[in-house]
Nanobody, 125 residues
Framework: QVQLVESGGRLVQAGGSLRLSCAAS????????MGWFRQAPGKEREFVAA????????TYADSVKGRFAISRDIAKNTLYLQMNSLKPDDTAVYYC??????????????????WGQGTQVTVSS
């Protein structure tokens, strides 16, 4: 069974930076399509960033373009989200997700097959 475990979330001041990690285990991975989503209190889960199979595609939400960067370490089976110039509106629980097979970077949550438990990011003003 595939497991995804996020880490790195914490309280940070506006303008600061954080790097989130998502460690994948329990499966046979070959750089699958993976993504980051977030959910703020009282709001629906929203797309943040995604990588396609073998990094063939990358996409970002308009709200984070130029500030966030998604990457992965294949040897460690770990996905990252580097977040810079953080704003209070970035406050949310951040989730990583994985798509099976040879898949593109997807912005729709229902296309992902596995999810982590989330890590809380709080940005103070």
């Amino acid at each position: 069974q595939v497991q995804l475990v996020e880490s790195g979330g914490r309280l940070v001041q506006a303008g600061g930076s954080l790097r989130l990690s998502c460690a994948a285990s329990g499966g046979t991975f070959s750089s699958p399509a993976m993504g980051w989503f977030r959910q703020a209190p009282g709001k629906e889960r929203e797309f943040v960033a995604a990588l396609g199979w073998r990094d063939t595609s990358t996409t970002y939400a308009d709200s984070v373009k130029g500030r966030f960067a998604i990457s992965r370490d294949i040897a460690k089976n770990t996905l990252y989200l580097q977040m810079n110039s953080l704003k209070p509106d970035d406050t949310a629980v951040y989730y990583c997700a994985l798509r099976r097979g040879i898949s593109s970077a997807a912005t729709t949550a229902r296309l992902y097959d596995y999810w982590g438990q989330g890590t809380q990011v709080t940005v103070s003003s």
